[in-house]
Structures are given as structure tokens and as C-alpha cells.
């Protein structure tokens, strides 16, 4: 079983690092996305530079989304359609992965998270696991690293087996019991 770690980046250089360094020994292929545009629709330029990596560079695969999704409402300004139109955006990030992972083996584990949610893989709850759907139980910073919140359980990352995997949307919209 492979591992795919995959992710969105808008100009997070610091905690990609960070990320890439404790998951490398486990992760087979990193999976970067990137839009040229923000979540409110703004056109922006590319900001993941994968020479900025050079340790990690023939893991990266990096996708650059050019297009906006369909279904964006540009004929109102309303909250709610400025809301349901930013939706639409990250749905696409993360769908877009899809491109990246054709070849990837039914048993392939693909993971899913924010930059700053980061797996542990060395968990004996991991390593004894025969599951073809995780949900990781992570550790709750605010804003640094030394700022721990401990009142409240985070679930960040989730992952499947390739075949189990409908699309990242459903993944990353799985709910723990």
C-alpha cells in the first residue's frame, strides 16, 4: 500500500515544510493543488514554487487549476451567493486531486487535509488498522505551534483506499461517529 498525501496551497511555504518533513519517510506522492484563484474569486497569480523544495521535489506532484468551476453566480453580490460560489471553489480544489491519482492501486491510501493538519502514521492505532476509511484524531493548535487547545477534539485528516474513494468532496466532508 502506498501512501497519497494530498493538499491545497495558497502561499503556506512554512507549514508545507514543515508537512513535507515529518511525512516524507511515510508518504509516496505528495499531491499539491493550487487556482489562479481565491476562495472569493479574486485572480491571483501562482505562489507554490516546487524548487523552494528540493528534498521532496520527485515526490511533489503539483496541479495548477486554471479555470473557474461551473456554477459560479457572478449575477449577484449577495452573501449568500458570494458563500455558495466560494463553495463551489473549494469543492473544485479538491476534486481536481482526481487528476493525480489515475494510476493509483485500489489499496493506495489517499489522504486529505489542510497543511496544517498532518497525520501521524507512527500511531500503533494506525499501523494495527486493516480499515479502508480513517479519520485522524489530531492535536488542536491556534495560530502556533505552542498555543495547544485541549478541549476539544480535531479531526482533520481523512483518508481511504482508492477504492473506496467516491470523491475528495465526500471525503473531506466525512463526519466522526
Not at 512554512?14 to 508518504?27: G, P, Q, T
Not at 491510501?109 to 494506525?126: Q, R, V, Y
Request: positive net charge.
Amino acid at each position: 500500500m502506498k501512501i497519497i498525501d494530498c493538499t491545497t496551497y495558497y502561499s503556506e511555504d512554512l507549514m508545507l515544510d514543515v508537512r513535507f518533513n515529518i511525512l516524507n519517510e511515510h508518504v509516496d506522492k505528495f499531491i499539491i493543488t493550487e487556482s489562479k484563484f481565491s476562495h472569493s474569486g479574486t485572480k491571483k497569480s501562482l505562489n507554490f514554487n516546487i524548487d523552494n523544495f528540493p528534498k521532496f521535489k520527485d515526490k511533489i506532484q503539483y496541479l495548477v487549476i486554471e479555470n473557474e468551476p461551473e456554477g459560479i453566480n457572478n449575477s449577484s453580490n449577495s452573501s449568500s451567493t458570494k458563500r455558495m460560489n466560494s463553495l463551489l471553489r473549494i469543492e473544485q480544489s479538491y476534486n481536481f486531486m482526481m487528476n493525480a491519482i489515475k494510476d493509483a492501486s485500489d489499496n493506495d491510501l489517499i489522504c486529505l487535509s489542510d497543511n496544517d493538519e498532518i497525520p501521524n502514521f507512527n500511531s500503533n492505532h494506525f499501523k494495527n488498522s486493516q480499515n479502508d476509511i480513517y479519520i485522524f484524531k489530531q492535536l488542536f493548535f491556534y495560530y502556533k505551534f505552542n498555543l495547544f487547545y485541549d478541549l476539544m477534539p480535531w479531526y482533520g485528516t481523512k483518508a481511504c483506499k482508492n477504492k473506496k474513494l467516491l470523491s475528495f468532496s465526500w471525503l473531506r466532508n466525512l463526519k466522526n461517529k
